[in-house]
């Protein structure tokens, strides 16, 4: 892909994010104040009513229903976190209108710590909840629990190290680890956009289950999507000087152990859960699409012989191998827990974005720069 198709993609690409934030933002930051107050604009719950219908945002299985005694127990830490959530997307949209960086570098920064603590006091507020609430009360149960934690986890995580890359001066390791945190901050209006298009598709659906796909969707999407942002906003074009095989001894070695792996869990299901639902369905059509988008990437990065992009989609690639591994790995211990059925539905929801998370830290290390530099 061209450096101009690059900008003009990713500038597409900034105003509907930007967009979509400016949209969902006051929603979210608004949403708890009917947990104080009936006095209140009911921002989300009215445009949802609008385009999911009253039963799916207040019937059974809504959140509404199922959620509203947890949440009006933990109803001052959520506040802290839909509030802080809210603005935290406004502020990352702004932080990456590169224009903006580029002539405003001291707002930048400042703007950046503002972000910085925000983000803190979010997830402060919704790991607070999960301790109180555990998985007894948290929408979709212990998948859903445990996906959150991940979420919280991660966007600590990205932030601490991002904070830490641009003190020491790696800009570029710095905007990748920013844009995996934007990426898991957009978890609410992504998840919350999915429930729209799901419960405005089919009837008679509740929202716990819109919230069960669009949760496992989210979990196969966010780090391939933050992956895309990375190469869209990466302008170095380093041509490739000798020929790469991608047929390496290693690389042969871990494509063939996750194909033999994905057959022992195809066999496991067979043998542990039998019947074929709609769910597992919805989880081998997310992991060969997403096989299939990493494998035309690749190809694509081959073809261009950008050295940069080879090396980068190799490792997204190898790590889409390994996540097989891990997910039998993973299920094995979660069967020791509970039924083997829900064991699939935990590791489904966690042990993908786990992974791919890894794959993602390692192309983030590779992008250290030696020496400092002088362009955002």
Not at 71 to 85: D, E, I, K, P
Not at 177 to 202: D, H, K, N, Q, T
Not at 209 to 235: E, H, K, M, W
Not at 264 to 280: F, G, M, V
């Amino acid at each position: 892909m061209s450096l101009t198709s690059k900008q003009t993609i990713s500038k597409i690409a900034w105003i509907l994010i930007a967009t979509s934030c400016v949209i969902y933002a006051p929603m979210a930051i608004e949403y708890f104040f009917h947990f104080f107050s009936s006095d209140t604009l009911y921002l989300w719950l009215n445009f949802f009513t609008k385009v999911a219908g009253i039963q799916h945002t207040f019937g059974a299985g809504s959140v509404e229903g199922v959620q509203h005694k947890i949440y009006a127990q933990n109803r001052v830490s959520m506040l802290f976190h839909t509030m802080m959530g809210g603005t935290a997307i406004l502020l990352a949209s702004i932080q990456f209108y590169a224009p903006f960086r580029r002539k405003h570098p001291t707002t930048h920064q400042n703007i950046g710590k503002l972000f910085s603590m925000i983000v803190i006091v979010s997830m402060i507020g919704s790991i607070l909840f999960l301790i109180n609430a555990g998985p007894k009360h948290t929408f979709n149960g212990l998948p859903f629990y445990l996906q959150l934690w991940l979420l919280a986890i991660g966007t600590l995580s990205s932030l601490i190290l991002g904070i830490i890359a641009i003190v020491k001066k790696q800009r570029k390791m710095h905007q990748v680890l920013m844009i995996y945190c934007f990426a898991l901050l957009l978890s609410a209006p992504v998840l919350r956009a999915e429930w729209l298009i799901i419960g405005g598709m089919f009837d008679g659906i509740t929202q716990k289950t819109s919230n069960f796909f669009s949760a496992t969707i989210f979990g196969y999407l966010v780090v391939p999507c933050a992956i895309l942002a990375t190469r869209l906003t990466d302008q170095r074009q380093t041509i490739l000087q000798k020929k790469f095989n991608p047929l390496r001894l290693p690389d042969i070695i871990i494509v063939l152990s996750g194909a033999i792996t994905f057959i022992l869990i195809i066999l496991k299901y067979q043998s542990t859960i039998e019947s074929i639902t709609n769910y597992a369905i919805c989880v081998l059509i997310l992991f060969c699409t997403t096989l299939f988008f990493y494998l035309q990437f690749y190809k694509s990065s081959l073809r261009s012989k950008n050295e940069i992009a080879i090396k980068e989609w190799r490792i997204h690639f190898l790590a889409y191998c390994i996540s097989p591994i891990v997910f039998l790995i993973f299920w094995e211990i979660i069967c020791n827990f509970t039924n083997s059925y829900e064991a699939f539905i935990v590791v489904s929801f966690t042990a993908p974005a786990i992974v791919f998370s890894f794959g993602y830290l390692l192309m983030a290390i590779t992008r250290k720069n030696k020496k400092l530099e002088h362009i955002l």
